[in-house]
Nanobody, 125 residues
Framework: QVQLVESGGGMVQAGGSLRLSCAASGGASRTYAMGWFRQGPGKEREFVAAISWGGGNTYYADSVKGRFTISRDNAKSTVYLQMNDLKPEDTAVYYC??????????????????WGQGTQVTVSS
């Protein structure tokens, strides 16, 4: 069973940066695709970014392209989300997810096997 623990959330002003981390443990997590999703107030959970198990393929939501970068360090079993030029509309709880199958922008969140507890990101204007 894979366990995921996110960290790095917080409050930042518009234009600022944050880096989220997701530490994975248990199972063969290093061979899992990893992704970040977010859920804003009153909204459904939405895809943000994903990375293949080897790190060679990355996927981004249009709303974050050019501002967010996903990466992973398999030696540390950790995936990162570097968020730059943050906007108030980026405010949400950010969740890390892992799955044996590829994660992309069309992946239905309910079909993913493993989730972290979430970390709050608040961007003030």
């Amino acid at each position: 069973q894979v366990q995921l623990v996110e960290s790095g959330g917080g409050m930042v002003q518009a234009g600022g940066s944050l880096r989220l981390s997701c530490a994975a443990s248990g199972g063969a997590s290093r061979t899992y695709a990893m992704g970040w999703f977010r859920q804003g107030p009153g909204k459904e959970r939405e895809f943000v970014a994903a990375i293949s198990w080897g790190g060679g393929n990355t996927y981004y939501a249009d709303s974050v392209k050019g501002r967010f970068t996903i990466s992973r360090d398999n030696a540390k079993s950790t995936v990162y989300l570097q968020m730059n030029d943050l906007k108030p509309e980026d405010t949400a709880v950010y969740y890390c997810a892992a799955d044996r199958n590829r994660i992309t922008g069309t992946t239905v969140p309910g079909r993913l096997g493993h989730w972290g507890q979430g970390t709050q990101v608040t961007v003030s204007s």
